[in-house]
């Protein structure tokens, strides 16, 4: 298993996405791939797979714009169209209509400390073929550092502290 590491002071969303995305370009292709084997075993079509990731990406911008606007600085910097980019981050919503609809992806806790700042995780189980691990980390724009780590740079355990 490789480790790759990646700090960001870039504060502007879509920058921010856009360096990450040439960053880390072939890995993001590279999950890309193993998610379309995963989306084609589960017997899920392209047209399937492609309407739920766009309606993931219109939800992600009405919830947290900046998010998607990473997202979309993200597609364009690996040079993977929005929709492609948004299936890595809906790929459980997308899993779920499959035929292995069993397979269980998220896990997520909340930690609230008294008198401190909420600190909120969430991770992904992995599959155990993807074996390139990628953290970023970065400070929003409301001063909170975010770490976000997972395979392959588009499944991202995140941090606020």
């Not at 880390?24 to 899920?44: P, Q, S, V």
């Not at 979309?72 to 929709?83: D, F, I, M, N, P």
């Not at 550092?145 to 995140?158: N, P």
């Amino acid at each position: 298993m490789s480790i790759n590491f990646h700090h960001s002071d870039e504060r502007d969303p879509m920058t921010r996405g856009r360096i990450i995305g040439e960053r880390w370009r072939e890995a993001i292709h590279g999950t890309a791939k193993d998610y379309d084997w995963l989306f084609e075993a589960a017997e899920l079509d392209r047209h399937t797979v492609r309407t739920i990731a766009e309606q993931g990406c219109e939800l992600l911008h009405g919830w947290a714009p900046e998010l998607a606007g990473e997202l979309a600085g993200v597609a364009r910097g690996a040079g993977l169209e929005l929709w492609r980019v948004a299936a890595l981050n809906c790929r459980t919503e997308i899993l779920v209509r499959g035929r292995i609809a069993g397979l269980k992806e998220c896990t997520a806790a909340a930690w609230l400390p008294p008198g401190e700042p909420p600190r909120a995780l969430q991770t992904w189980d992995r599959i155990p073929s993807i074996s390139n691990f990628t953290v970023l980390r970065h400070t929003s724009p409301e001063e909170l550092t975010v770490t976000w780590d997972g395979e392959r740079a588009d499944g991202w355990l995140e941090v606020a502290v």
